[in-house]
């Protein structure tokens, strides 16, 4: 069974960066998708970030440019840099995995992000 721990949240100003990791363990999948989502108070969680097994990788919109998802594979770590926060990226950051042959996903608990002066 695949674990994700996430880290690397915290309290930044605008204009900061910060950069999360979401360390895996466990029984690997050798094809996936490893995604972060957010999800603000009061609203949908909503894709952020994705990268596949073959390294391929897609932003949404408003992060293009500010965010990137980048992973160390011999420590089995996907990050998600993030530059330039907005106070609306203040949100609790999760990344989740899911195998692209049986569907199964596995989900971080969340990290905490707040972009405020």
């Known amino acids: 069974q695949v674990q994700l721990v996430e880290s690397g949240g915290g309290l930044v100003q605008p204009g900061g960066s910060l950069r999360l990791s979401c360390a895996a363990s466990?029984?690997?999948?050798?094809?996936?998708?490893m995604d972060w989502y957010r999800q603000a108070p009061g609203k949908e969680r909503e894709l952020v970030a994705s990268?596949?097994?073959?390294?391929?990788?897609g932003y949404t919109d408003s992060v293009k440019g500010r965010f990137t998802i980048s992973r160390d594979n011999a420590k089995n770590t996907v990050y998600l840099q993030m530059n330039s926060l907005k106070p609306e990226d203040t949100a609790t950051y999760y990344c989740k995995i899911r195998s692209v042959l049986s569907g199964v996903e596995v989900w971080g608990q969340g990290t905490l992000v707040t972009v405020s002066s």
């Open positions: 990268m596949n097994s073959g390294g391929s990788t």
């Open positions: 466990g029984t690997l999948f050798s094809r996936y998708v």
